[in-house]
């Protein structure tokens, strides 16, 4: 019997911080996230958001970046009006305040990534944005999803609030 992989979908800023010279701790997490990504246990996705804000980024950091989804396999996912839509149904609900954030939740919805990655712990990794986003998702009859750090993929961390890994 096949088994499916998890479907994650990964945000800027895990990209980024492979990078980040000012947070040793994250970065060694990322790294270690990506090794594993590099097994082929998940698909990885981006939405198309994720090259919009690459684009104020330093040339270097940029380069990386893109280094990465390519060595990684990330695929981006196609400019899709339902999720564009959904985003804006987020729109209000705690701390989902960013377009851009809204549009990495939505894609990894309307795309069935079980799992949004993220180092953004303000906007996107944090138990008012996971329940805000699920009531939306609730309402709608649409499938839920978590909201994760590398770290806590890896087994760190995870807090009581986010549900068992789904097996």
């Not at 090259?51 to 390519?70: D, F, G, H, I």
């Not at 996912?77 to 839509?85: F, G, K, Q, R, T």
């Amino acid at each position: 019997m096949e088994t499916s992989k998890r479907r994650l979908l990964i945000d800027t800023s895990v990209l980024l911080s492979e990078t980040d010279e000012d947070a040793p701790k994250t970065t060694a997490y990322t790294k270690k996230f990506f090794d594993l990504c590099r097994t082929g246990v998940f698909d990885l996705f981006m939405s198309p958001q994720l090259y919009v804000e690459l684009e104020n980024k330093e040339e270097k950091r940029q380069s990386r970046a893109k280094t990465v989804v390519e060595e990684l396999g990330i695929e981006e996912l196609p400019v899709n009006e339902e999720a564009i839509s959904l985003a804006e149904r987020y729109r209000g609900k705690p701390l989902i305040n960013s377009m851009g954030d809204r549009l990495h939740l939505a894609y990894a919805t309307v795309f069935e990534c079980a799992t949004v990655v993220s180092w953004n712990m303000k906007d996107i990794v944090n138990k008012d944005t996971y329940e805000g986003t699920q009531s939306v998702n609730m309402e709608e009859g649409r499938m839920t999803i978590t909201v994760e750090t590398p770290a806590m993929i890896l087994g760190e961390g995870r807090p009581e609030w986010l549900p068992p890994i789904p097996t």
